[in-house]
């Protein structure tokens, strides 16, 4: 919201459908009564592509490789682009489709264009050199809004830790 009070864009990259399907229902509830454009791209949602190419939209939320195809039609949207944020960034490495989120980054970073970049993780193994290679700097917080627990069910039994708690 911030960089649509700017005269600006933002872009909400995600990997899934069903994310990009909660963050613009979401978005819409909270921002559409300001009169900000919420905009969505995924394979199953296409009415939003051609204001999404053309700029007309303030929040664009798109799956990996819809933001990738929107690269490859007009680089420079990027122009107006102030945030670029990057759920799941974790999927870079992911063999089927790490390449698709590389590629759109590759795309970025040499653009000549410079959108702030949020790149988002939970599970990220080598977050500093990632942070490296997008220019970024690294923030870590290691509190989970969202209790996480790991277990293991084993003869009927679940044993677990938390993630916060450390129980």
């Known amino acids: 919201v911030a960089a649509v009070f700017k005269r600006k864009k933002a872009l909400f990259v995600v990997p899934l459908k069903s994310i990009a399907e909660e963050r613009h229902a979401d978005f819409?509830?909270?921002?559409a009564g300001l009169g900000i454009r919420i905009a969505i791209s995924t394979?199953?949602?296409?009415?939003?592509?051609?204001?999404l190419e053309r700029g007309r939209f303030d929040i664009g939320i798109l799956v990996y490789e819809k933001f990738n195809q929107l690269l490859v039609k007009n680089i420079d949207l990027l122009a107006?682009?102030?945030l670029l944020?990057?759920?799941?960034?974790?999927m870079i490495s992911e063999p089927e489709r790490g390449w698709?989120?590389?590629?759109?980054?590759?795309?970025?970073?040499?653009?000549?264009?410079q959108?702030?970049?949020?790149?988002?993780?939970?599970v990220l193994s080598d977050a500093v050199l990632l942070a490296q290679w997008l220019g970024c700097r690294l923030l870590e917080d290691h509190y989970r809004p969202v209790e996480l627990r790991q277990g293991?069910?084993?003869?009927?039994?679940l044993?677990?830790?938390?993630?916060?708690?450390r129980n």
């Open 28 to 31: 819409r509830t909270r921002y």
């Open 80 to 82: 107006s682009v102030d």
């Open 159 to 165: 044993r677990y830790r938390e993630f916060n708690g």
């Open 100 to 113: 698709c989120l590389e590629l759109a980054l590759l795309k970025v970073l040499n653009s000549g264009y």
């Open 85 to 90: 944020l990057v759920d799941e960034v974790q």
């Open 43 to 51: 394979s199953d949602r296409k009415e939003y592509d051609a204001d």
């Open 115 to 122: 959108p702030q970049i949020i790149a988002l993780s939970a």
């Open 152 to 157: 293991v069910l084993w003869n009927g039994q």
